[in-house]
């Protein structure tokens, strides 16, 4: 049974620091790329960051400069650090894993950033 686990949510002052993680188990096929998405109440799913599996990045341009994503291929985990967080970061985000066959969602997290 695929799994993915997410965990580091949560509410922080604007200018503060979150760390995501994502930790996926039960996935057969090699895993292509792995990436953070965000959706704030009454807007669309965004992608945010997103790493192949050579470590490849790539960022929506209102995140560059403040938040980093990274992997661990050998647990199968993607993290994102986010820093000099701002209200407007204030969303659900959801790791999202591609495999050659199937792509998988985890259940989402919280963020939080007051003024």
């Known amino acids: 049974q695929v799994q993915l686990v997410e965990s580091g949510g949560g509410l922080v002052q604007a200018g503060g620091s979150l760390r995501l993680s994502c930790a996926a188990s039960?996935?057969?096929?090699?895993?292509?790329?792995m990436g953070w998405y965000r959706q704030a109440p009454g807007k669309q799913r965004e992608l945010v960051a997103g790493?192949?599996?050579?470590?490849?990045?790539n960022y929506t341009d209102s995140v560059k400069g403040r938040f980093t994503i990274s992997r661990d291929n050998a647990k199968n985990t993607v993290y994102l650090q986010m820093n000099s967080l701002k209200p407007e970061d204030t969303a659900v985000y959801y790791c999202?894993?591609?495999?050659?066959?199937?792509?998988?969602w985890g259940q989402g997290t919280q963020v939080t950033v007051s003024t």
């Open positions: 039960g996935i057969i096929f090699s895993i292509n790329v």
């Open positions: 999202n894993v591609e495999t050659m066959r199937m792509e998988y």
């Open positions: 790493i192949t599996s050579r470590g490849y990045t």
